[in-house]
């Protein structure tokens, strides 16, 4: 009987860490993931599968621990999730962003070709990478024009991880992946924070949401759809590149009139703007064209926006004001 396949995943505890070790546990994996230790509970996400996986303690940041972990558990696939994911956030801690997002993709892919560990590897790239992009839609061949210190240092982590592929002969695959939203998501998520204001509204708990700006459009999809194409990234003969997205874009606000329209609302009575949400630097449009993903993974997404924001306006409807939320 063959051994079972070991994954290792960075970021576990965040939205596509547990959608992905869902799957990865579905196919028969053993799942390794690392969590930073912290003075308070944050595996909401994966509570429902806690004795299925091993969780280990590690950080992006602490380049030993790593060596460590790839030494002891010489997993055969690796998917680096973890970041400091928000984008708005990235211009207070640039000097973290960049530790974490940048320095510690190069810290996981050194640990890994020091070890000599033969595993894949999965780098989650970001549609912000193309930031001011200079085509519409975006693919894998537009050039990047990063716009937040997150962008700029997931345009690092894109970069050494095709050096790596190039330089080592690593399988080192990146996937660009478009705005991706769950009922899992972070709660201070544009998306989720418009969601679970929707809830709270309907609960009497909440009776204003302040907003930035709503003129932004994002492609947003389903956030599982999109670890299952990290999943197929993976399997292939060859590592290449690859977009992830749903073609379509919508505001801010369109975002906003599909969700309160649902819960039989008028977002106009709730939404107040308030200059504190602004970025510095704004990117105006992202839609991406996963044609290349389609063609050669047979990947494309299976949820769309209205049902994509039904499906999280319904999960936050049931959440009660006392229910610990996903963070």
């Keep these: 009987m063959a051994a079972k396949r070991k994954a290792f995943i960075t970021g576990i505890t965040g939205q596509d860490g547990s959608y992905l070790a869902e799957i990865l546990l579905e196919k028969g994996y053993d799942v390794y993931g690392m969590i930073r230790r912290s003075s308070s509970f944050n595996t909401a996400r994966i509570d429902h599968i806690f004795g299925d996986i091993e969780l280990v303690f590690g950080d992006l940041t602490d380049a030993s621990?790593?060596?460590?972990?790839?030494?002891?558990?010489?997993?055969?696939?690796?998917?680096?999730?973890?970041?400091?994911?928000?984008?708005?956030?990235?211009?207070?801690?640039?000097?973290?962003?960049?530790?974490?997002d940048a320095m510690g993709t190069l810290r996981l892919?050194?640990?890994?070709?020091?070890?000599?560990v033969e595993c894949r590897f999965y780098q989650a790239s970001s549609s912000e990478m193309f930031g001011q992009a200079a085509e519409i839609p975006q693919r894998e061949t537009t050039p990047f024009h990063p716009r937040s210190?997150?962008?700029?240092?997931?345009?690092?982590?894109?970069?050494?991880?095709?050096?790596?592929?190039?330089?080592?002969?690593?399988?080192?695959?990146?996937?660009?992946?478009?705005?991706?939203?769950?009922?899992?998501?972070?709660?201070?998520?544009?998306?989720?924070?418009?969601?679970?204001?929707?809830?709270?509204?309907?609960?009497?708990?909440?009776?204003?949401?302040r907003m930035g700006n709503l003129d932004a459009r994002r492609d947003w999809g389903f956030a599982r759809d999109y670890m299952d194409g990290a999943w197929m990234m993976l399997q292939g003969d060859e590592p290449d590149d690859y977009v992830l997205a749903t073609g379509e874009t919508h505001s801010v606000e369109d975002f906003l009139e599909e969700a309160f329209a649902y819960a039989g609302l008028d977002w106009h009575d709730y939404v107040t703007i308030d200059p504190r949400y602004f970025r510095p630097s704004e990117v105006d449009i992202l839609i991406g064209d996963y044609s290349k993903a389609k063609e050669q993974l047979g990947w494309e997404p299976t949820v769309r926006f209205q049902e994509l924001v039904r499906m999280m306006v319904d999960a936050d409807r049931e959440r009660s004001a006392t229910e610990e939320n996903y963070v």
């Design 149 to 209: 210190p997150y962008g700029v240092a997931k345009v690092f982590s894109y970069w050494i991880t095709r050096n790596y592929r190039e330089a080592y002969g690593m399988y080192a695959v990146n996937g660009i992946l478009f705005n991706h939203e769950s009922p899992r998501r972070g709660p201070t998520f544009v998306t989720r924070k418009i969601t679970r204001a929707v809830g709270a509204i309907l609960r009497g708990e909440q009776s204003e949401l």
């Design 109 to 116: 892919l050194d640990a890994i070709r020091e070890e000599g």
């Design 65 to 100: 621990v790593l060596n460590q972990l790839m030494r002891t558990i010489r997993p055969d696939e690796v998917y680096n999730l973890g970041a400091q994911s928000h984008v708005r956030v990235s211009f207070d801690v640039p000097e973290y962003t960049a530790d974490a």
